[in-house]
């Protein structure tokens, strides 16, 4: 059996500081020296950690904390991808999972910060109607400035934060080359920061995930410990091999093996719903592989749902019902 005593992320679901005790120096071309913020009180909502990771999953997740690079996740659509973030950032105690959704429109700079220029014009032009005395009195431009998750999981923090990118496969093509620059440096600019002639040099800006001002000196968020950044993709395209080679790479799918695949959705059966779905799981388990055999795409979220109606008293045997609970995901499938 491989050795286990690497691992920091244990993925039983058991929150611990195994992180403050076990994770070694980064490697020296991934050092980053960015000045420690003050510790920040995050807010984490009590949860029931269900999600049951594979050795495979992990092995990787340990080795991207290791190496402090990136971790691309494919596999189906509720394979489990999103669940393995909300795993890791709970049960290293890492503070709540930070969450970039990635669309068509998304950009770099959505993902670092947003800049709300028009209420600062706003607040110029209603201070010009003011007594003198107020007019010269302009807000910071701090206030007017909050980091994105991307940004917010770049302040340098003594542990890393867990960031989740999500469906990174649906951005626009140049996304994954815009992040280069970002994971390989560590570190960012804020133009509208370093373009203002300011005594100060450290300014007051609002993370993403929260209200209390964090400060970034001289215009830049430079990291000190690289964020365990988890990207998901539904395989809908291929990536660049600059942006590849960079990443750690994840593909999470049930086994191939039709009695190992039975086995581990029993396991997420159990670990879901407990024994009371268990015993009612097993013949909506078999319709679930009976479906995939004929090759309909099915995600293992819609066996949850069929098995919890079961536990509710509804009776899953009638054909209609299941075929809308189980419908294909093949597009193909719907014609």
């Known amino acids: ?13 058991g929150p611990h500081d195994g992180i403050k005790n ?5 490697p020296p071309w991934r050092a980053f020296k960015g000045t420690p913020i003050p510790p920040r009180t995050l807010k984490v909502e009590p949860r029931e950690e269900t ?19 990136p971790l691309l996740v494919t596999g189906r659509p509720g394979i489990g991808k999103t669940s393995l973030a909300r795993a890791v950032a709970h049960e290293l105690q890492l503070g709540p999972l930070l969450k970039w959704p990635i669309n068509t429109r998304s950009t770099l700079t ?15 032009s209603l201070r010009q109607h003011e007594e003198p005395a107020q007019k010269d009195r302009v807000p910071p431009i701090g206030q007017y400035l909050r980091l994105g998750p991307l940004g917010t999981a770049l302040l340098p923090t003594d542990t890393p934060r867990v960031l989740l990118i999500d469906e990174i496969d649906k951005g626009d093509i140049d996304l994954p080359n815009d992040l280069l620059h970002v994971f390989e440096e560590g570190e960012f600019e804020i133009p509208e920061l370093t373009r203002q002639n300011q005594k100060e040099k450290v300014s007051q800006v609002r993370p ?27 395989g809908e395209r291929e990536f660049p091999p600059a942006f590849l080679r960079r990443c750690l790479r994840l593909d999470m799918k049930l086994p191939e093996d039709e ?12 670990a879901h719903l407990k024994a009371a779905g268990i015993a009612r799981a097993e013949p909506l388990i078999e319709q ?9 795409e099915l995600a293992t979220d819609q066996l949850l749902n069929a098995v919890y109606l079961t536990t509710c008293g509804v009776d899953m045997s009638r054909e209609q019902l299941l075929d809308s609970v189980l419908r294909s995901l093949n597009s193909s499938s719907d014609a």
């Open 22 to 26: 076990k994770l070694p120096p980064p």
């Open 110 to 124: 959505e993902g670092l910060y947003r800049y709300d220029a028009i209420a600062r014009l706003q607040d110029a």
């Open 208 to 234: 993403a995930d929260g209200d209390d001002e964090v400060p970034i000196e001289n215009g830049r968020v430079v990291c000190r410990e690289f964020p365990l950044v988890i990207m998901t993709s539904n």
């Open 259 to 270: 009695a190992l695949r039975r086995q581990r959705l029993k396991e997420v059966v159990e």
């Open 1 to 13: 059996m491989m050795s286990q005593q690497w691992w920091i992320y244990r993925g039983t679901g």
């Open 51 to 69: 999600f049951k990771p594979t050795s495979e999953a992990i092995e990787l997740v340990n080795a991207a904390l290791l190496l402090r690079r």
């Open 288 to 296: 679930f592989l009976k479906r995939e055999a004929k090759r309909e």
